[in-house]
Every structure is written in structure tokens, then in C-alpha cells.
């Protein structure tokens, strides 16, 4: 499977803490390291391609509280 740099960052960070809830802000602050002008719906659809390429269930949205890997 191929994944974008920014792909695999994400992965990495949700699998390295699967289990937990990362909401938006947190994401951008830990995958796109502060770069400026990135809009938060990013997360979406990178979360959407990766859900894409793995599993419909790898990652679930927990309404209030953010993403989580579930493997």
C-alpha cells in the first residue's frame, strides 16, 4: 500500500497512540507541526484516504472527542 508523507505522519501518530481521541486541533499541532494557513477539514480528508486504504473501521470518529485508531 502506498501512503503520502503526510498519510503515513498521520498513521504513525494515531497507531503510536491508538486508543486515545485526538480532536482536529491536536492533529494539526502533532502531524502538520504548526504550519500556518492549514485548514482543520485537512484532517478530514486525510483521515478519509487513509480509511480509504485500510479500513472503513481502522479509525472511527468519536463525536466531542476526535479520531481514534483502532487498528
Given amino acids: 500500500m ?3 508523507g503526510r498519510e503515513f505522519a498521520l498513521l ?3 497507531a ?7 480532536p ?3 492533529l ?4 502538520w507541526a504548526g504550519e500556518e494557513g492549514v485548514d482543520p477539514k485537512a484532517v478530514d480528508v486525510y483521515v ?8 472503513e ?3 472511527r470518529t468519536e463525536r466531542g472527542l ?4 483502532l487498528g
Fill in 66 to 69: 476526535g479520531y481514534t485508531f
Fill in 2 to 4: 502506498r501512503l503520502s
Fill in 16 to 22: 503510536l497512540n491508538a486508543g486515545g481521541h485526538y
Fill in 48 to 55: 478519509y484516504r487513509l480509511r480509504k486504504k485500510l479500513a
Fill in 57 to 59: 473501521d481502522a479509525i
Fill in 12 to 14: 504513525a501518530f494515531l
Fill in 24 to 26: 482536529r486541533e491536536v
Fill in 28 to 31: 494539526l499541532e502533532k502531524v
